[in-house]
């Protein structure tokens, strides 16, 4: 009887312990550190390599994305982007990562784990340290500051904070495997694999808008940050809750395997991961924009309903023309809304509307908010009418030429009378 009672106490410190050891490590996930949902206790990260043996369509689709190269070394970044030029006063061996540099900017690590924010030929002027791809010019991010990478729960796999990467000084925390991988989303998946996969067994399935919104978010989902008149970036999570599609998820839309911009590993943008356009699920709006003038023109819904309302990468842009498509999707036609508003405490938020100077007015930039309002309501039957031709002109005493003569009869006519009452 003892035997057992200590047999099962045993057993019970070996069971403890080993739950400790294993969990000694807190896997965090997104902008709020949510902790990882583990598929099983027991279970390690293995990387995207492993699981592309058993998946490779799903693997060959999520390398066309940007999730793969959020951070990446001097080699992997030059294999997609062979142009990548560096801040001014940095060779190749300066660096230990790229930041970004997939879709919109990139910013560079040094071997110390710091974003560099000095440049120049002696590194001691402020500013010119982020690329941007669409304009191919440097701007100023956080010009001179001492900034540190503390970014890994958003741009990496298996994220957690008990040590600082390689015992780097500029990193915050460390992670498992560079980049948004498949484990970034399904959880751990060394059991699954062991157990020789299948569907349940030992992986997790997230379909929910919330859990892309742990890293498509800016702080709290119920506010929209912005900037300058524009919306602030990875912010698609609030934008969706604020808008008319808070009742579906993202992948509703979206494949959550392929991406949709344009990017290194998706040049065209052919590799597009929209599963369900907006003219399935509204079809009576694509009747009546079907034979319109804009739908003969080549405007596709996306155009006004998605405009780039948003910035991420800054530039020489044009006005009301950011760099990522906005997912509020309503339109306020009224000429007396803006996009974004200042509260008290000086600090910017979108409206949860997009105004019709971003719906309109970058494809007709010669035209005003006025001009747009007027003609938005409607704007998907809008079918511009010819205007009826003049009449053609008439030869003779009646024509054009005769005009200014006729005219000048009743002149003359007054000054005779004139002449004859005085
Ligand atoms: C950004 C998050 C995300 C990433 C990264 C991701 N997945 Fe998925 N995956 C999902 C979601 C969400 C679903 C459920 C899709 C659905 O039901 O429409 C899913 C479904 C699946 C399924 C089963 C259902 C199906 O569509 O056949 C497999 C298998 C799978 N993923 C494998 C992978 C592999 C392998 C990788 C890496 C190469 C990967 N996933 C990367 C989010 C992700
Ligand atoms: C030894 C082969 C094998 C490997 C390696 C493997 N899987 Fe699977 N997995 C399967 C099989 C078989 C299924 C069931 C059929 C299917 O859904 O494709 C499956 C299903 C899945 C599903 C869907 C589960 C469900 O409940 O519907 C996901 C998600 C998934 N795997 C993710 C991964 C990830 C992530 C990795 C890498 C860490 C991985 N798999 C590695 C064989 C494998
Ligand atoms: C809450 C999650 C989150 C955090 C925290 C975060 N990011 Fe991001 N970041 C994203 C998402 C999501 C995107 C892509 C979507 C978008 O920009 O709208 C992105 C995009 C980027 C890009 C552009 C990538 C490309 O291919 O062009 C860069 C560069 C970047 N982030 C740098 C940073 C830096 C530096 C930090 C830390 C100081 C940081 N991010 C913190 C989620 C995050
Ligand atoms: C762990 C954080 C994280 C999660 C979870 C996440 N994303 Fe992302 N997502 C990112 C980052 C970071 C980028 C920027 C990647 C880059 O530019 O290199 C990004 C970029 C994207 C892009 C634009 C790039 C492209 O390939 O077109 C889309 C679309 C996207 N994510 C959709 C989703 C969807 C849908 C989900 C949920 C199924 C999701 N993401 C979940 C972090 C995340
Ligand atoms: C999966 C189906 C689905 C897809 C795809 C879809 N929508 Fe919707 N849409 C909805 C639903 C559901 C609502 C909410 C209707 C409601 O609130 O009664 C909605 C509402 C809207 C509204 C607001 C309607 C109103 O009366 O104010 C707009 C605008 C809109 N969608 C535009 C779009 C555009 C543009 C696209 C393509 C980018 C799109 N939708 C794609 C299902 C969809
Ligand atoms: C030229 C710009 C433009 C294009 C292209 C466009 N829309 Fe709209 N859409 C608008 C405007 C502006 C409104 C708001 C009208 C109002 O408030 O009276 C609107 C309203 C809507 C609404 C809300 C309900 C309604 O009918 O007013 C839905 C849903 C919608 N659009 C879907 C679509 C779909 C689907 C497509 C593509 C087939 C599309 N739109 C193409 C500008 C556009
Ligand atoms: C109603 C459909 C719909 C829903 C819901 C939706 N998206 Fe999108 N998303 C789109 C479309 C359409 C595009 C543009 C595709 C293109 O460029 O042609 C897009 C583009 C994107 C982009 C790239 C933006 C750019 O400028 O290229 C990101 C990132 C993204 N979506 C993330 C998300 C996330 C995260 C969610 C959930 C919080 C979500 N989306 C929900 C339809 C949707
Ligand atoms: C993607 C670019 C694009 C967007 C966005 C767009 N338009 Fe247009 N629009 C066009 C093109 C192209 C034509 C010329 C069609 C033709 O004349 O053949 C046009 C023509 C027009 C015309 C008739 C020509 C004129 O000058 O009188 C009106 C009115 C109009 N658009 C209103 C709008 C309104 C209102 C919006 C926003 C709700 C809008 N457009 C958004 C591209 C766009």
């Known amino acids: 009887m003892n035997n057992i009672r200590i047999i099962i106490l045993f057993a019970s ?8 050891t294993v969990s000694a490590k807190e896997y965090v996930i997104g902008d709020q550190k949510t902790p990882v949902v583990m598929p099983d206790p027991t279970a390690v990260y ?3 390599e492993k699981c592309k043996t058993c998946h490779k369509e799903k693997y060959d689709d999520w390398k066309t994305s940007g999730h793969p190269y959020k951070l990446m070394t001097p080699d992997e970044a030059k294999t997609i982007r062979s142009d990548l030029p560096l801040p001014e006063g940095y060779t190749w061996n300066d660096i230990l990562y790229v930041l970004g540099g997939w879709g919109w900017k990139a910013r560079f690590i040094d071997k110390n784990g710091f974003i560099i ?3 120049g030929p002696n590194r001691d002027k402020n500013g010119s340290n982020q690329y941007n791809l669409e304009t191919k010019k440097w701007s100023n991010y956080e010009p001179g500051a001492v900034k540190k990478y503390d970014c890994t729960k958003c741009h990496n796999t298996g994220s957690s904070y008990d040590s600082n990467h390689m015992g780097l000084l500029g990193i915050v925390g460390d992670w498992e495997f560079r980049g948004v991988q498949c484990e970034a989303c399904h959880g751990p998946g060394s059991e699954h694999i062991a157990k020789g996969g299948g569907k349940g067994v030992a992986i997790v399935i997230n379909k929910s808008s919330a859990f892309c919104g742990l890293c ?3 702080g709290d989902p119920s506010k929209i940050p912005a900037k300058d008149g524009f919306i602030d970036h ?6 969706l809750l604020a808008g008319p599609h808070k009742v579906l998820q993202c992948i509703s839309c979206h494949n959550p395997h392929k991406g949709t911009h344009k990017g290194a590993t998706n040049p065209t943008g052919a590799a597009n991961g ?6 399935t699920c509204h079809s009576a709006q694509k009747a009546k924009f079907n034979g319109s003038t804009m739908q003969k023109a080549g405007v596709k819904c996306t155009d006004c309903h998605m405009p780039e309302a948003t910035k991420s990468a800054v530039g020489d842009l044009k006005k009301f023309d950011g760099d990522v498509k906005t997912h509020i999707f309503r339109i306020n036609t009224d000429v007396n809304v803006n996009l974004t508003y200042k509260t008290a405490d000086g600090k910017e938020y979108a409206t949860g509307y997009i105004t019709v100077d971003f719906a309109c007015l970058t494809c007709h930039p010669e035209k005003n908010k006025e001009w747009a309002s007027k003609y938005a309501k409607g704007v998907h039957s809008f079918v511009k009418v010819a205007p009826t031709p003049p009449p053609a002109p008439k030869k003779g005493i009646c024509g054009p030429t005769a005009m200014p003569l006729i005219a000048i009869i009743p002149v003359i006519i007054y000054a005779i009378l004139r002449r004859k009452l005085k």
């Open 46 to 48: 293995m990387g995207a």
């Open 117 to 119: 924010t000095k440049t």
């Open 13 to 20: 410190i070996l069971v403890i312990a080993t739950i400790g």
């Open 274 to 279: 929209i599963k369900q356009e907006c003219e």
């Open 234 to 239: 990875h912010e698609q999570y609030p934008e």
């Open 216 to 218: 498509h978010v800016r």
